[in-house]
T-cell receptor
């Protein structure tokens, strides 16, 4: 069965510090996708990134970067120069194909609550 | 930018009452989902819907739950007789078809409906 582990329940850092959120996954599939979603205090889920299992290149988008390492089944997320607006719960998720090919569900980790202290 | 919308944003109901949660997916999307998040916990898959039928459902999605796409734009989740443990945030998500009709395109989430059963 698919599993996503986010071992860090809560992290607090002072503004402008860098912070890394860890995500470790388990899957038997050879093709899969990994995602990060942000859940701000208002409650919605905001898509941040999607990465497929064949692309291990790191990705950078502004202050955000992602490190995908298939050898360790990890997909970590780093925020550089953190800002108060980054305060949120961050979820890592793994796609799992359903019996009806062409469809899938997401398996979410338990989330990491990130608090940026001004 | 197109987005998934959900109504109502909050719903309070008495145990045993029926509730209908409404979602308007992004217009060119063909796959639809419901997830739920009990307060402080992770997001869990409930059901996926494609071509006017359920593709897959989780163990949570028992006979009290049903989904429908009544008019080609709305996508609804009905809970027939609510229980206290149904209190949660319910998220609707949608995605467009993947390459060759396959999965793994990004699921975009609505802002959620917070359901409280008293």
């Amino acid at each position: 069965a698919q599993k996503v582990t986010q071992a860090q329940t809560e992290i607090s850092v002072v503004e402008k510090e860098d912070v890394t959120l860890d995500c470790v996954y388990e899957t038997r599939d050879t093709t899969y996708y990994l995602f990060w979603y942000k859940q701000p205090p208002s409650g919605e889920l905001v898509f941040l990134i999607r990465r497929n299992s064949f692309d291990e290149q790191n990705e950078i988008s502004g202050r955000y970067s992602w490190n995908f390492q298939k050898s360790t089944s990890s997909f970590n997320f780093t925020i550089t120069a953190s800002q108060v607006v980054d305060s949120a719960v961050y979820f890592c998720a793994l796609s799992e194909p359903l019996l009806n090919f062409g469809n899938e569900k997401l398996t979410f980790g338990t989330g990491t609550r990130l608090t940026i202290i001004p | 930018e197109p987005e998934v919308t959900q109504t109502p944003s909050h719903q309070v109901t008495q145990m045993g009452q029926e509730v209908i949660l409404r979602c308007v997916p992004i217009s060119n999307h063909l796959y639809f989902y419901w997830y739920r998040q009990i307060l402080g916990q992770k997001v869990e898959f409930l059901v996926s819907f494609y071509n006017n039928e359920i593709s897959e459902k989780s163990e949570i999605f028992d006979d009290q739950f049903s989904v429908e796409r009544p008019d080609g734009s709305n996508f609804t989740l009905k809970i027939r007789s609510t229980k206290l443990e149904d209190s949660a945030m319910y998220f609707c998500a949608s995605r467009e078809p993947g390459l060759a009709g396959g999965p793994y395109e990004t699921q975009y989430f609505g802002p959620g409906t917070r359901l409280l059963v008293l």
